[in-house]
T-cell receptor, first 112, second 114 residues
Framework: SQKIEQNSEALNIQEGKTATLTCNYT??????LQWYRQDPGRGPVFLLL?????KEKRKERLKVTFDTTLKQSLFHITASQPADSATYLC???????????FGAGTRLFVKA | DGGITQSPKYLFRKEGQNVTLSCEQN?????MYWYRQDPGQGLRLIYY???????QKGDIAEGYSVSREKKESFPLTVTSAQKNPTAFYLC?????????????FGQGTRLTVV
């Protein structure tokens, strides 16, 4: 069955460092991959989308890579700030499809 | 402001009772979704709808029902047949078409069985 794996353990880093979160998937050939941010008790908010034919995407302090051979995406937050503390979800989907598969998310804590 | 609104934020259900969660969007999106989120698990799809008067079961539809009588509204009923309904429920909408646009989520409804 299709499966998305994100680190279940929380990631703790110091302010100013780069946070790197991992998303691995199996039994799936997605056309695109998305990253969302979710704060406690709130709905996820879209951050970035990267397509299968793209290797890297950047938006301000965020960078996403997508390796369809390794079936892995890396999500980087540079110059991290305490306000970046949240849970980050990885999601996969297919072109024209209506179903998006979400990972369980990785909790990030940035200490001042 | 455009957005997607869920209500109520908190809901308590007694054993054997049906409850309905509201979801309204003014984004003019065609597709709407209901997800369930449990601690340590990814969002699991309950039901989705691509157009008015049409909807499909997701991965965990048993014990739930939906309707899509209007484009902007997609209510979810948690029936007494759902044996473990305590969870965080999220509604989302998305524009249909090439481009793989992102999903917009509501703020969620936390349902607790008492």
């Amino acid at each position: 069955s299709q499966k998305i794996e994100q680190n279940s353990e929380a990631l703790n880093i110091q302010e100013g460092k780069t946070a790197t979160l991992t998303c691995n998937y199996t039994n799936y050939s997605p056309a695109y991959l998305q990253w969302y941010r979710q704060d406690p008790g709130r709905g996820p908010v879209f951050l970035l989308l990267i397509r299968e034919n793209e290797k890297e995407k950047r938006k301000e302090r965020l960078k996403v890579t997508f390796d369809t051979t390794l079936k892995q995406s890396l999500f980087h937050i540079t110059a991290s700030q305490p306000a970046d503390s949240a849970t980050y979800l990885c999601a996969l989907g297919n072109t024209g499809g209506f179903k998006t598969i979400f990972g369980a998310g990785t909790r990030l804590f940035v200490k001042a | 402001d455009g957005g997607i609104t869920q209500s109520p934020k908190y809901l308590f259900r007694k054993e054997g009772q049906n409850v309905t969660l509201s979801c309204e969007q003014n984004l003019n999106h065609d597709a709407m979704y209901w997800y369930r989120q449990d601690p340590g698990q990814g969002l699991r799809l309950i039901y989705y709808s691509q157009i008015v008067n049409d909807f499909q079961k997701g991965d965990i539809a048993e014990g739930y029902s939906v309707s899509r009588e209007k484009k902007e509204s997609f209510p979810l009923t948690v029936t007494s047949a759902q044996k473990n309904p305590t969870a965080f429920y999220l509604c989302a909408s998305r524009q249909v078409g090439y481009g793989n646009t992102e999903a917009f989520f509501g703020q969620g409804t936390r349902l607790t069985v008492v």
